[in-house]
Nanobody, 128 residues
């Protein structure tokens, strides 16, 4: 019932920017939801990057804090991840994920196992 479509990935040089989008259907942001961005590079575990709740609480991985910004457009049922000052180590497949009726501790916002629905992923490649 809930579907997420993530997009906006691409190939950029170090220092460049990308804006990822996660469009949701099957529910509205009038519900209490959480949406997060996660990434996985070859040979590495999936890690949380940034997350946001319907109420506007956010969480960021230390590695992206100050460079990435997560936001939401509730009218469009869309969450964005603005990525600035990109580094080669940001290269990964990025996935958005959502949890319906989210009542999550802030310390759990970046834990993949907390989320119910996932997008198909969008590739981000940053060259040095």
């Amino acid at each position: 019932q809930v579907q997420l479509v993530d997009s906006g990935g691409g190939s950029v040089q170090a220092g460049g920017s990308l804006r990822l989008s996660c469009a949701a259907s099957g529910y509205t942001y009038s519900s209490s939801n959480c949406v997060g961005w996660f990434r996985q590079a070859p040979g590495k575990e999936r890690e949380g990057v940034a997350a946001i709740t319907t109420g506007g609480d956010t969480g960021y991985a230390d590695s992206v804090k100050g460079r990435f910004t997560i936001s939401q457009d509730k009218a469009k049922n869309t969450v964005y991840l603005q990525m600035n000052s990109l580094k080669p180590e940001d290269t990964a497949m990025y996935y958005c994920a959502a949890k319906w009726r989210c009542a999550m501790l802030l310390s759990r916002l970046l834990v993949p196992e907390e989320y119910n629905y996932w997008g198909q992923g969008t590739q981000v490649t940053v060259s040095s």
